[in-house]
């Protein structure tokens, strides 16, 4: 489909090592005049669903900063441009879990909010699991917990994980499982 979006004028009106923000002058479909503001995302963001043979998955919790609160989360990071989606997945499950896993499968694609940012994604599920110690960067300071696959779920459905890439990861992996 056709872009029906006209861009008169764009600035970066911020930028750091992980995003720039860019205000942009347009003719919004209906011909008129207006501004957008757009966040763009330096990294992909990765998800992973570990799996273990019993039906347990792994938690990180963690205080974030932007929510002011504390979250339950799938293990989840960044990958830089021109980096493998997958070898990001397996150095963030490494660091923040200790895990490593033999098996990965791809599960989803995504886009985290399309109305004012460009944030990309992928989750994947790790299997056949081995255990070390986690290597959480300095500003992770993180709780991990094993929990069966099932309560995962339910603390989506109690609103006690509401983390995006999260949800989309763990309900992607419920219907994956069941597809066998």
């Not at 503001?37 to 938690?59: R, S």
């Not at 989750?123 to 699991?129: C, G, P, Y």
Request: glycine share 8%; with cysteine; hydrophobic share 35%.
């Amino acid at each position: 489909m056709e872009n029906p979006w006209k861009t008169i004028n764009k600035r970066t009106v911020y930028e750091n090592p992980w995003i720039s923000v860019t205000h942009r002058e347009v003719i919004n479909p209906s011909g008129n005049e207006g501004i957008y503001g757009v966040v763009h995302f330096k990294n992909l963001a990765i998800g992973i669903v570990p799996l273990d043979e019993h039906g347990y998955t792994w938690l990180v919790g963690q205080y974030r900063y932007t929510l002011d609160r504390y979250s339950w989360e799938i293990p989840e990071g960044g990958c830089p441009v021109g980096t493998s989606p997958l070898e990001s997945a397996k150095r963030e499950l490494l660091e923040e879990t200790g895990i490593t896993a033999a098996r990965w499968e791809h599960i989803l694609d995504f886009h985290l909010s399309n109305s004012v940012s460009d944030e990309a994604g992928m989750a994947f599920i790790a299997r056949d699991l081995s255990f070390g110690e986690a290597q959480p960067e300095e500003t992770e300071d993180l709780l991990v917990k094993k929990v069966p696959f099932t309560e995962a779920l339910e603390m989506i459905y109690r609103g006690e994980i509401t983390d995006s890439l999260s949800i989309m990861g763990l309900l992607r992996a419920k219907v994956w499982l069941e597809e066998g």
